[in-house]
């Protein structure tokens, strides 16, 4: 059973690289997330069980920080991993303003009419193919630009580039998050207390687990898979 898990892990691991737009890590490689922060540098501008979520697709906010974007959706405050989730709670339909992204230079959240980005560097992408950073000054974004390439803009633009590429790149992400969905059924059969709880999004499927305990010491990637599968149940 141990070394069934194990392939699973490895597995899925590669698919989720994959679908987060990550370097796939071969034998003798460290693999390093550019994205990610300690949970103690997090800004964590939501509230609830789930606050640690992205409540769109899941993802654990403190692993994508710095692409994370935040913004009232219907006047509550949510957190999103990227600038492609915050597309998605656009069009649907709800009233979105407060928008805020990270600034990569400070780590805190600033608004976005104050923020510069640099779209299409050579570090990794969050939920999308082309990388969207952004920084608090236009100074910041070029220096990181200069070193790492990429085109600077202001969000209106790297907004519209991201509503352009959404629908394309959902359909990517739908394709890949089924694979997921399928190792999240056999990770959860082989690690987790039965589940009778139905869940309106991944993110408040893993808080659950979290919350109770339900999956053992589960967490990261195969974590993740496990709450897209019970989110779909």
């Known amino acids: ?16 690289a994959q679908m987060q737009g990550m370097p796939v890590m071969q034998k003798g490689m460290k693999m390093h997330n550019f994205r990610a922060v300690p949970m103690e540098e997090a800004q964590i501008l939501q509230d609830g069980k789930a606050k640690m979520f992205c409540p769109k ?11 994370n ?16 989730c915050l597309v998605e709670a656009m069009n649907s339909g709800a009233k979105v303003s407060d928008i ?19 779209v299409g560097s050579n570090k990794p992408a969050t939920m999308s193919q082309v ?20 085109k600077v803009m202001k969000f ?27 190792m999240g059924e056999k990770i959860y059969k082989a690690k987790c207390k039965a589940i009778s709880e139905k869940f309106k999004s991944a993110a408040e499927a893993k808080a659950y687990i979290k919350a109770n305990n339900s999956c053992g010491d589960l967490k990261g990637k195969p974590l993740q898979a496990v709450g897209l599968y019970l989110s779909g149940k």
């Open 1 to 16: 059973m141990k070394k069934f898990f194990l392939f699973l892990v490895v597995l899925f691991s590669f698919v989720f």
């Open 131 to 150: 990388s969207k950073y952004a920084f608090g000054t236009k100074e910041a974004a070029q220096n990181f630009a200069k070193e790492n390439g990429g």
């Open 57 to 67: 697709c899941g993802m654990t906010l403190p692993m994508f920080y710095r692409t």
């Open 100 to 118: 805020q992204v990270v600034d990569n230079s400070t780590l805190k959240f600033i608004p976005v009419s104050k923020a510069w980005y640099v």
């Open 69 to 84: 974007h935040a913004a009232k959706v219907d006047g509550k405050m949510q957190q999103f991993c990227s600038i492609h």
């Open 156 to 182: 209106d633009d790297a907004l519209a580039i991201a509503k352009k590429a959404f629908a394309k790149e959902q359909k990517m992400i739908g394709m890949k998050q089924h694979k997921m969905v399928q």
